[in-house]
């Protein structure tokens, strides 16, 4: 009988779960321990004795014999055990017990059993035992949707061929039930299977097939929050404070109640910072319960201990040579005897959560002391008073010993040093670095949630340090698919948007893939229309000009064909259209003061209209021209981060000014004349008893003192916007914005102009007249139907001259992942447009409220939906003018 040197524990349970493939494995955990006690037990029985019991023997191994179903060679399973040919052995012994450790380690071999073959004088033969684990054929998962399968097999590395161990089955349970355990399943079961399958080919391997089977159960939820102990805070302020547990509740939305056992320890941390927040720095839970009440519900039960009122008492600061205490006092702002605020301590000295926050921390790293330390320390709380030491740990300044960065395998490097706030020898900067991160971001060549910054080879004795900044490209090219209903039909645009191109590789058929890129620069073709019109443009921006210093250039060229409206027909009259020529040359500069968020912006442009046979309300020529030359200059501060498709800080304003020539004043024309005049003739048009043939004389005179009036356009046109981002919550973003547009008239008896108005609802999709009009959306209603009323209480269509807008938005991502960002949104706004300034009231708005998704590709752009309700009439209207539904392409409000 041979010696048996190892022998297998059985575990039943487990064994009824893995097909008797798993209680085989927990035989190395107890081995060490029962190895020499069953060598004794059966010391009698073995063929070859030994002559001592009592103590172990050394022997040399004279060989080893390797048996059973295994794919691997005799060799290689020997050197795995580390067993060797004329090598001593003491038996028994830890060679024996670290050779099976080994074979189990490898995770490729199952049963593993070492016996004594036989011994000759002082040689002693061995055999292993051994059959290699089972390996992994197909995956087969239960109780989820078809669609997350692949996810879930990916996640726990259960691929074709992995060895099927007891750890493998142990950590894909765990993984699965804590998984669910996190989406509020707090019932979650998992029974994992495996089955054998029949070795049809004769070959030495061991093959199994695995069944997942996953009873996610119902959603549990919180019924119940109750809380003992507090005398001082009431348990709604306590229940605020937990931001992620949230009792029960109808009108919860945004928080739902499901309890996650990590985010609950989490708010039992913001429970005591709660009271630290209002004196109690002793405050402590005594215990914290879960009580199961049925399948869908559990109760939470915490008991408090409050603990006494403490205040501030004398603060000082230890260590600090940079900066005087006066200094940090004023940074800190706490006085003695306030009321304890642990957590507000805590902000001062450094606010983790808000990067730009004013603590002494930032005071320091703002400055070049990197490798500071602020440490509050509490000398005293004699009396409920609390004594503080501030020890500051200054060292030395740190400078940038090298900047680079990695990941952009298309934009230039140029392109992107040129946006770094933080140069090599440079004082080392906190915010510079934020700042840097927020511009990367915004270039839109990136993946913002993945830009990342690394800080390399600190050496605190020198004061220098690397710092490396980590960017993932994304794609900045897209293909703009926009389409929408208004002025009588459907709108559609096609475009090429190449916001990362580069000029200068235009003619290197080498650098096209498929176009020249990674220059930054940004070059569109446009293509819009609609039976009643049709627009060409070509626009071509470079935001460094001369690449030295941040002075973007810009310039346009468009042509627009439109047609007027037939009225028996509904259709476009191909026999009465407008044309109209422009070009524009822009400059911006990028402005150090205020500071080095704000932009100046100058452009120079110029339109040519040219009408045949078009007679409209604003027209009273229906043959003829105008010329618009203008210059518009304008002011904008752009401080939004991180993501320019969801920023969630920050804001975004502008003010400009579009102004003509005031010709009135030197070209000679008598246009108090020409007003006094044109209304004389107006009155003979409308006097109905007069000859059709001396109204229509005066009709055309009207026609020739307009054409006259509007030869070259003089007017002046202010618009204001501003937008705030603020994240309430986590994720959980507030934009409200502000808008006002006005077009005035620098000699009333000129008049305004046709052009250029404001045309308010909607989506804010151009209309097919595109004659320097702004369409501004307002949700709610139908595009451009917010229109003044003229005297007699009817719609002009015609545009107004002022217009204003309010908008409140809620905004919430479900996901911003490079491949796709898509964010949900509620949204209340309002607006108005107005002929004069008589007519016009801020408070008289037309106002809408709804919800809306925005889904954005970067191939594609934006895609949306909005769904919105108007409470009031459109003008000329009487009833609320109810639901409206607006599907955006290629547009973001």
């Known amino acids: 009988m041979k010696q048996l040197l190892n022998i297998k524990k059985e575990n039943d349970d487990l064994g009824k779960q893995v097909n008797k493939l798993t209680n085989k494995v927990l035989l190395k955990t107890y081995l060490p321990f029962i190895l020499t006690l069953l060598f004794f037990v059966n010391v009698q029985s073995l063929k070859a004795q030994v002559s001592n019991p009592q103590n172990s023997e050394t022997y040399t191994i004279g060989g080893i014999e390797v048996v059973g179903e295994t794919s691997f060679s005799e060799q290689t399973i020997i050197t795995y055990s580390g067993l060797r040919t004329g090598e001593e052995v003491s038996i028994p012994g830890d060679k024996i017990s670290n050779a099976i450790k080994k074979l189990w380690n490898s995770n490729l071999f199952n049963n593993i059993e070492i016996y004594v073959n036989r011994i000759e004088g002082n040689e002693v033969f061995l055999e292993i035992r051994l059959e290699d684990l089972p390996e992994l054929n197909e995956v087969k998962i239960n109780g989820i949707k078809k669609g997350k399968k692949e996810k879930l097999i990916t996640e726990n590395s259960l691929n074709k061929g992995v060895k099927v161990t007891e750890n493998l089955l142990t950590t894909t349970k765990n993984y699965l039930v804590n998984k669910y355990k996190k989406e509020g399943f707090y019932n979650t079961k998992v029974n994992i299977n495996t089955i054998e399958v029949e070795d049809t080919i004769q070959t030495s391997k061991s093959v199994m097939n695995m069944v997942v089977n996953i009873d996610k159960g119902k959603k549990v939820k919180v019924k119940e929050i109750q809380f003992s102990g507090n005398t001082v805070i009431k348990d709604s302020k306590l229940k605020k404070a937990m931001k992620n547990t949230k009792q029960k509740n109808i009108t919860r939305i945004l928080k739902r109640s499901k309890y996650i056992e990590a985010d609950f320890k989490e708010d039992l941390n913001s429970v005591i910072d709660k009271y630290k927040e209002n004196g109690y720095r002793d405050a402590r839970i005594l215990s914290d319960s879960l009580v199961v009440l049925d399948d869908k519900n559990v109760a939470i039960y915490i008991e408090l201990e409050e603990g006494e009122l403490y205040t501030f008492g004398k603060i000082d600061f230890i260590g600090n040579t940079v900066y005087s205490d006066d200094i940090l006092r004023r940074i800190l702002r706490i006085n003695p005897g306030e009321t304890y605020n642990g957590v507000l301590l805590e902000k001062r000295i450094a606010d983790t959560e808000n990067p730009d926050a004013v603590d002494i921390t930032n005071l320091y790293q703002n400055n070049g002391y990197l490798f500071s330390t602020i440490n509050p320390v509490e000398i005293s709380a004699e009396g409920n008073v609390i004594d503080l030491e501030i020890r500051i740990s200054e060292g030395k300044p740190v400078h940038f010993n090298d900047v680079n960065v990695i990941g952009n395998d298309v934009t230039n490097d140029h392109v992107i040093y040129r946006e770094l706030h933080t140069r090599p020898g440079q004082l080392y900067n906190k915010s510079n670095v934020i700042r840097t991160i927020r511009e990367l971001s915004q270039l839109g060549f990136f993946d913002a949630a993945q830009i990342a910054t690394n800080f390399n080879n600190p050496n605190p004795n020198e004061g220098t340090i690397d710092l490396e900044y980590v960017v993932v490209e994304t794609g900045s090219s897209q293909i703009e698919l926009q389409g929408g209903y208004g002025g009588g039909g459907f709108i559609g645009t096609l475009g090429l948007s190449f916001n990362n191109f580069s000029l200068r590789n235009l003619f290197n058929l080498d650098a096209y893939k498929p176009v020249p890129r990674g220059d930054g620069q940004k070059l569109s073709l446009r293509l819009q229309a609609s039976q009643f019109y049709q627009t060409y443009s070509f626009s071509f921006t470079e935001p ?34 407008f044309n109209i020529t422009g070009i524009s040359v822009g400059i911006a500069k ?34 003829g021209y105008s010329n618009n030359l203008a210059y518009t ?23 400009s000014a579009k102004l003509t020539l005031p010709y009135s004043l030197f070209n000679n024309v008598d246009y108090k004349a020409l007003k006094h005049e044109r209304e004389d003739l107006e009155n003979i048009v409308n006097d109905t008893s007069l000859d059709n043939d001396i109204r229509q004389e005066a009709s055309e005179g009207i026609a020739e003192i307009d054409q006259e009036r509007f030869k070259w356009l003089e007017f002046y046109k202010i618009k204001f916007k501003a937008e705030w981002y603020a994240e309430i919550v986590k994720k959980l973003v507030l934009k409200p914005s502000a808008e006002f547009g006005f077009l005035g008239a620098y000699n009333q008896d000129r008049g305004d102009i046709p052009f250029e108005r404001f045309f308010l609802g909607g989506d804010g999709l151009g209309s097919y007249s595109l004659d320097g009009r702004e ?10 139907s917010i229109q003044p009323l003229d005297e007699n209480g009817n719609t002009t269509n015609d545009g107004g001259t002022i217009y204003n807008k309010f908008s409140l938005e809620l905004r919430y991502p479900i996901t911003l992942k490079q491949q796709a960002k898509i964010f949900v949104l509620g949204f209340m706004e309002g607006g108005m447009s107005y002929n004069a300034f008589k007519d016009y009231s801020p408070y008289d708005l037309k106002r809408s409220a709804g919800v809306g998704l925005r889904v954005f590709m970067p191939a594609f752009g934006l895609l949306g939906i909005d769904f919105g309700y108007g409470f009031d009439p459109v003008p000329g209207q009487t009833q609320p003018n109810g639901w409206e539904t607006h599907f955006i392409i290629g547009q973001q409000f």
């Open 544 to 577: 460094w000009l001369g690449g030295k210093k941040p002075v973007q250039f810009s310039t346009s060229v468009s042509h627009t064909k439109q047609f007027l409206y037939d009225s028996r027909t509904g259709k476009a009259d191909k026999d009465k259209r």
């Open 590 to 623: 990028r402005l150090n003061a205020p500071d080095n968020f704000f932009t100046l912006s100058q452009a120079v442009s110029y339109q040519h209209y040219n009408l045949k046979n078009y007679n409209t309300g604003l027209f009273t020529f229906g043959d």
């Open 633 to 655: 200059i304008g002011l904008s501060r752009n401080s939004t981060f991180n993501d320019p498709v969801f920023p969630v800080g920050g804001s975004n304003f502008s003010v």
């Open 775 to 784: 369409t501004i959306a307002l949700r709610g209603y139908p595009n451009q």
